[in-house]
């Protein structure tokens, strides 16, 4: 289970206080364990001079919490990412209920950030949730990969959808190539499956290094595409028109690129890389300087690949 910890301005927060041990850095996030609880805690920490961190960890993230510890042109951008995120448990934690107030009549207008506002100092305000399996498809996000003496070819990454056993046979993406999982390790830890939230590292085999290393996802399902056919919801303070130009988004952990086009109707959401098939995206114009808000909105697939 993982859980987004949004903040920019007090680095310092109340909320660092659920942090226990840094797991890894990659970029610009960082991954820690949830204090007593076997959990995972993301923060993107080069916000807010990029917006793709927060994008990323969002994917990812089946839990998000906002902390609202000040009303600013950052604030209003991370409730707005968080709103058009596909994040299913999303929760404001406040201290100040005159700032709770101005912030709820800024967003009245635009129906943003009806996420669920607790007060700091309640009991168990921070009690995340599970993810329901539902046969989902399996997807496990790759941020690194190396070889191990005796043991062959490891990635690690966050198991996004789904759940991954010891012995499955899945494909590297976007190149199809089929592999055997041959371990499976959370925390330097043997288990013989792990399920979506959790941080794993996997054993390999029928593969090699240089396969791994051009790989961004592990999946049970090997439906990719450049382009789907999707609805967009488009946030009203964007302000700008969205077709034909480069956004920034994450799909199932991976920072990526895509440009939407219109034709006949019908709009569709680009790729330069083959992606697995998701259900919703949210978009952001990493072109604009921070203190701008930068989120475009979300996409939602309706099942038509090209």
């Known amino acids: 289970m993982t859980t987004s910890l949004l903040f920019c301005e007090d680095r310092e927060s109340r909320l660092n206080d659920l942090k226990s041990k840094l797991i890894e850095s990659i970029g610009g996030m960082n991954v820690y364990l949830w204090k007593d609880k076997n959990e ?17 960890i969002l994917s990812i993230s089946e839990n998000a919490i906002l902390y609202l510890n000040g009303l600013s042109a950052y604030t209003a951008e991370l409730a707005i990412a968080l709103e058009y995120s596909d994040v ?14 101005k912030f709820r009549e800024f967003f009245k207008k635009y129906k943003i950030s009806q996420a669920n ?31 191990v003496k005796g043991i062959g070819d490891v990635a690690i990454g966050f198991i996004v959808n789904g759940s991954i056993k010891k012995g499955d046979r899945l494909s590297l993406l976007p190149s199809k190539d089929k592999i055997v999982i041959k371990n499976i390790q959370i ?18 085999g029928g593969t090699n290094e240089m396969k791994v290393k051009n790989s961004y996802f592990i999946s049970s399902d090997d439906v990719i595409a450049k382009s789907f056919e999707v609805k967009t919801d488009v946030c009203e303070l964007y302000g700008q028109d969205i077709f034909n ?13 895509a440009i939407l086009t219109t034709e006949n109707g019908k709009t569709k959401i680009n790729f ?14 990493s072109s604009l300087q921070p203190g701008k808000n930068r989120i475009v909105g979300k996409v939602t697939t309706n099942k038509n690949h090209l």
């Open 88 to 101: 299913k448990n999303k929760v404001i934690v406040y201290d100040d209920e005159d700032v709770l107030k």
């Open 245 to 257: 130009k480069q956004f920034s988004c994450a799909v199932f952990g991976q920072n990526l690129k």
């Open 187 to 204: 925390m330097d830890v043997d288990v013989n499956d792990a399920r979506a939230g959790e941080y794993v590292g996997l054993a390999l």
């Open 40 to 56: 995972i805690i993301l923060t993107a920490e080069d916000y807010p001079k990029t917006i793709n961190t927060v994008l990323k």
């Open 117 to 147: 506002c607790i007060n700091i100092n309640e009991k168990n305000v921070y009690e995340p949730i599970k993810r329901e399996e539902k046969g989902e498809k399996a997807v496990m996000s790759i941020d690194k990969n190396f070889v």
């Open 272 to 285: 330069d890389y083959f992606v697995p098939e998701f259900s919703s995206l949210t978009l952001a114009d």
